[in-house]
């Protein structure tokens, strides 16, 4: 190197100063690439995608080639400043000249190139991989060498180099990325996005109509009655059973009913043939396993039934697509049943609404962990009959019963106590 002029070495020791940085940036702006966005460009053919994504799919070579890269490159910086050192001021400048190049790597090979990267990582690490592609390739033998004696030290701890291509997203995580999206994802994709993430916390308990408000075709009555309640149902499936939903037989569509109805010959007999045997559904499965349950048994309606086989209630598949993309109906009279605004800000919610329900329309924070309607919490808070009048506070909700049937809560005046539980628009009484 001494017959080398000193204006060479300066500009060779500022390209090994620039080879680092290269190397130090390049390593944060691949390890920061985001994977799911990564995936898609590659998907759509970026071949600067497609090479950083093979090169990220072992990531102890591309340490290993990054760090022999910066390694050389260090080492002849350091042995090119200390001949610079040397030439212009003896000892004392070959004993500066390490000092001064470590505060220049520091500065100029290290932080502020990783930092570039850090805030670009797709800037920085999707053209690097053009020049690692190939130099992984060039070297490949060197590198299964340094990773055959790096991952042998790392297994005597129980770490693999497989592990750590796992990219996989916890259910929580998902939830946190989505509701992080911004302005990226529209709010109410996001809150259907969510919805979907939730379906797997809830049971068909959280949404089901419970059995003694399942209304149904009734075999024990005159056929009159029958007739009328044909006629005057709102849904499209109608329960069938005799005199009690306990002896149930089964669902019956009153689209078939009604052709009969239309050719006069809709009787009891032709009824019970139309008949579809009933779709149990045992409690606690989750929403998000019901839905493929239905869509597999090519079924809209269920029955839930405890572990003694009784029914509970009824589920339909629009239930669950509700919780999914919200109520259907945009009528305010029938967004939210049995429940209803007084004017002084209070809300009357009948004993057998859901506390789920409550809390995804008025944006309440009831617990929901134990008892699934309204009756039930109030009930397991007492742990006594509940009687009219009686006030109690539950999670900050002032709730009083004003009116039980059977032992059972008919009827409750529930009162936020912070501006935390703001209501939506609420049918009126009366």
Request: charged share 20%; no cysteine; net charge neutral.
């Given at each position: 190197?001494?017959?080398?002029?000193l204006p060479a070495l300066f500009g060779l020791l500022l390209a090994l100063?620039?080879?680092?940085?290269?190397?130090?940036?390049?390593?944060?702006?691949?390890?920061?690439?985001?994977?799911?966005?990564?995936?898609?460009?590659?998907?759509?053919?970026?071949?600067?995608?497609?090479?950083?994504?093979?090169?990220?799919?072992?990531?102890?070579?591309?340490?290993?080639?990054?760090?022999?890269?910066?390694?050389?490159?260090?080492?002849?910086?350091?042995?090119?400043?200390?001949?610079?050192?040397?030439?212009?001021?003896?000892?004392?400048?070959?004993?500066?000249?390490?000092?001064?190049?470590?505060?220049?790597?520091?500065i100029f090979g290290e932080a502020a190139p990783k930092t570039l990267a850090?805030?670009?990582?797709?800037?920085?690490?999707?053209?690097?991989?053009?020049?690692?592609?190939?130099?992984?390739?060039?070297?490949?033998?060197?590198?299964?060498?340094?990773?055959?004696?790096?991952?042998?030290?790392?297994?005597?701890?129980?770490?693999?180099?497989?592990?750590?291509?796992?990219?996989?997203?916890?259910?929580?995580?998902?939830?946190?990325?989505?509701?992080?999206?911004?302005?990226?994802?529209?709010?109410?994709?996001?809150?259907?996005?969510?919805?979907?993430?939730?379906?797997?916390?809830?049971?068909?308990?959280?949404?089901?109509?419970?059995?003694?408000?399942?209304?149904?075709?009734?075999?024990?009555?005159?056929?009159?009655?029958?007739?009328?309640?044909?006629?005057?149902?709102?849904?499209?499936?109608?329960?069938?059973?005799?005199?009690?939903?306990?002896?149930?037989?089964?669902?019956?569509?009153?689209?078939?009913?009604?052709?009969?109805?239309?050719?006069?010959?809709?009787?009891?007999?032709?009824?019970?043939?139309?008949?579809?045997?009933?779709?149990?559904?045992?409690?606690?499965?989750?929403?998000?396993?019901?839905?493929?349950?239905?869509?597999?048994?090519?079924?809209?309606?269920?029955?839930?039934?405890?572990?003694?086989?009784?029914?509970?209630?009824?589920?339909?598949?629009?239930?669950?697509?509700?919780?999914?993309?919200?109520?259907?109906?945009?009528?305010?009279?029938?967004?939210?049943?049995?429940?209803?605004?007084?004017?002084?800000?209070?809300?009357?919610?009948?004993?057998?609404?859901?506390?789920?329900?409550?809390?995804?329309?008025?944006?309440?924070?009831?617990?929901?962990?134990?008892?699934?309607?309204?009756?039930?919490?109030?009930?397991?808070?007492?742990?006594?009959?509940?009687?009219?009048?009686?006030?109690?506070?539950?999670?900050?909700?002032?709730?009083?019963?004003?009116?039980?049937?059977?032992?059972?809560?008919?009827?409750?005046?529930?009162?936020?106590?912070?501006?935390?539980?703001?209501?939506?628009?609420?049918?009126?009484?009366?």
């Amino acid at each position: 190197m001494d017959d080398i002029p000193l204006p060479a070495l300066f500009g060779l020791l500022l390209a090994l100063i620039g080879l680092a940085a290269f190397f130090a940036g390049s390593e944060t702006g691949l390890m920061m690439l985001n994977r799911y966005r990564l995936k898609h460009a590659a998907k759509q053919g970026k071949r600067s995608a497609q090479l950083a994504q093979s090169l990220l799919k072992r990531p102890d070579r591309l340490i290993g080639l990054i760090l022999l890269g910066n390694v050389l490159s260090n080492t002849l910086a350091a042995s090119v400043a200390l001949v610079i050192g040397y030439r212009l001021g003896g000892e004392a400048g070959a004993a500066i000249a390490p000092l001064a190049l470590t505060f220049v790597l520091l500065i100029f090979g290290e932080a502020a190139p990783k930092t570039l990267a850090a805030l670009y990582p797709e800037r920085v690490g999707l053209p690097s991989a053009y020049v690692f592609w190939p130099l992984q390739r060039l070297l490949y033998p060197v590198l299964v060498l340094v990773n055959l004696l790096s991952n042998g030290l790392l297994r005597l701890f129980g770490v693999g180099p497989e592990d750590a291509a796992q990219h996989s997203l916890s259910a929580e995580e998902l939830r946190s990325v989505v509701a992080e999206a911004g302005a990226m994802i529209p709010q109410r994709h996001q809150r259907m996005l969510l919805s979907i993430l939730d379906l797997e916390r809830a049971t068909v308990e959280d949404i089901m109509i419970p059995r003694n408000e399942i209304v149904g075709i009734d075999l024990s009555e005159p056929w009159e009655k029958t007739l009328e309640a044909i006629t005057a149902s709102s849904h499209t499936r109608l329960p069938v059973f005799d005199g009690s939903i306990d002896e149930l037989k089964g669902v019956v569509h009153l689209r078939k009913l009604v052709r009969l109805a239309v050719a006069n010959e809709l009787r009891m007999e032709t009824l019970l043939q139309l008949v579809r045997d009933p779709y149990y559904i045992p409690e606690g499965t989750p929403l998000n396993q019901q839905l493929l349950n239905f869509q597999d048994q090519k079924r809209r309606i269920g029955f839930v039934v405890d572990e003694y086989g009784d029914i509970q209630g009824l589920v339909t598949l629009e239930d669950i697509l509700e919780e999914v993309v919200g109520e259907f109906t945009s009528d305010p009279a029938t967004r939210i049943k049995n429940v209803y605004l007084d004017p002084d800000g209070s809300v009357l919610v009948h004993g057998s609404v859901t506390v789920r329900s409550l809390n995804r329309s008025l944006g309440w924070k009831l617990p929901t962990g134990g008892p699934k309607t309204l009756n039930g919490l109030v009930l397991e808070k007492l742990q006594e009959l509940p009687k009219p009048g009686r006030r109690l506070e539950i999670n900050n909700y002032q709730i009083e019963i004003t009116d039980t049937r059977a032992n059972a809560v008919k009827t409750a005046r529930i009162r936020p106590l912070s501006a935390m539980a703001a209501t939506t628009a609420l049918p009126s009484r009366g």
